[in-house]
């Protein structure tokens, strides 16, 4: 089955830090384009940080300075450090790749979301 499987969240005081993960399961990275994006109660879903198609990345300016977004190709796996979190800080954290191929099939799948991971800042 290909998903992204996204792990490391939970609860942190403020100016805490966190690492999440996203491991492709079943599948292999077949995009450079991917990213990091979160939805707090309430707000619409939103990015946080990513890997543009011309191999740079790009942040939301709330996360600059702070957050890190990296990845492994050979364990086709992403992350996400976040340093020094605020409560605001606060969501569910989605990865999402452009592509991914199959590993039984060799079939491409597009936009695959992981399923989320919740991040609680708070004291």
């Known amino acids: 089955q290909v998903q992204l499987v996204e792990s490391g969240g939970g609860l942190v005081q403020p100016g805490g830090s966190l690492r999440l993960s996203c491991a492709a399961s079943?599948?292999?990275?077949?995009?450079?384009?991917m990213g990091w994006y979160r939805q707090a109660p309430g707000k619409q879903r939103e990015l946080v940080a990513e890997?543009?198609?011309?191999?740079?990345?790009n942040y939301a300016d709330s996360v600059k300075g702070r957050f890190t977004i990296s990845r492994d190709n050979a364990k086709n796996t992403m992350y996400l450090q976040m340093n020094d979190l605020t409560p605001e800080d606060t969501a569910v954290y989605y990865c999402?790749?452009?592509?991914?191929?199959?590993?039984?099939?060799?079939?491409?799948?597009?936009?695959?979301w992981g399923q989320g991971t919740l991040v609680t800042v708070s004291s």
């Open positions: 999402n790749v452009k592509a991914l191929i199959a590993q039984m099939t060799g079939q491409t799948h597009l936009g695959v």
């Open positions: 079943g599948s292999i990275f077949s995009s450079r384009v």
């Open positions: 890997f543009t198609s011309a191999g740079s990345t």
